[in-house]
């Protein structure tokens, strides 16, 4: 039995998989979401920081949204790789260069419209921040879940005058969201199954997810056999 089933569940077309519909129930939405949150404009800038499985779908959704410059901020060299798969346009790698100043050298001293942060810190926060040029968005799907407080640079902030929107959200669902993410895989609009590292069976489940604590082996994100 399943409460509100017509509200919660959606029918999987056929054209797709278990692997690729197992992502829209929360890469897909998360990240999907953090780009329709950040408001992209058609043709705009936007640079999503971390390059996770959310800050990977991110970039696909910003590509999705009509970005037209998207800039990924990873340092881990198949991460980047895999963001430019999902058509990131530049990479900075945040262990090289100061990405803040980067993204302001590969925006012509402007920053960007939106700024995407996909990894739950509050230097990362501030990053975005600093990086939206004024009356852009900052589109939080990152989990914080330490600290007391998250900071924001006081004068990349323009001291509170400068427009700049934070918006947070988490993991959208209901079936009529699921419909819609399905039918972006039956069309072919995107396929996450290249995030899919690793693969074990059921018996092995602590496994994978302390090989996702611990983010050994190159791994992004593990599938799991039920059957």
């Known amino acids: 039995h399943v409460n509100e089933a017509d509200a919660n569940l959606a029918h999987i077309p056929e054209a797709v998989s278990d692997e690729e519909a197992a ?3 929360d890469m897909m939405s998360t990240g999907f979401a953090g780009a ?3 408001e992209i404009p058609v043709g705009g800038t936007v640079a999503i920081f971390a ?3 959310v800050g990977l779908m991110a970039t696909k959704g910003a590509v999705l949204q009509g970005a037209g410059q998207t800039i ?3 340092t881990v060299p198949e991460r980047q790789e895999l963001a430019r798969t999902y058509g990131a346009d530049e990479i900075v790698d945040f262990a090289e260069v100061d990405a803040v100043e980067a993204i302001q050298d590969l925006t012509d001293g402007e920053g960007v419209d939106a700024a ?3 990894l739950g ?5 501030g990053q975005c921040v600093a990086a939206t040029k004024p009356g852009g968005t900052i589109s939080n799907v990152g989990y914080h879940g330490e600290g007391e407080y998250v900071n924001i640079p006081r004068e990349a902030w323009g001291v509170g005058m400068a427009e700049k929107d934070i918006k947070t959200g988490l993991c959208p669902g209901g079936r009529l969201r699921l419909q819609r993410l399905l039918r972006l895989l039956e069309r072919d ?6 995030m899919t590292t690793h693969e074990f069976d059921f018996a092995d489940t602590d496994e994978a997810f302390r090989l996702m604590e611990t983010k050994e ?6 599938l799991v056999d039920f059957e």
């Open 23 to 25: 992502y829209v129930t």
């Open 36 to 38: 329709e949150n950040a």
């Open 51 to 53: 390059q996770g499985p």
């Open 72 to 74: 990924a901020v990873e």
């Open 116 to 118: 995407i942060e996909a």
């Open 121 to 125: 810190s509050s230097a990362t926060l």
């Open 189 to 194: 609009r995107v396929d996450p199954t290249p």
């Open 217 to 222: 082996d190159d791994v992004i994100k593990p």
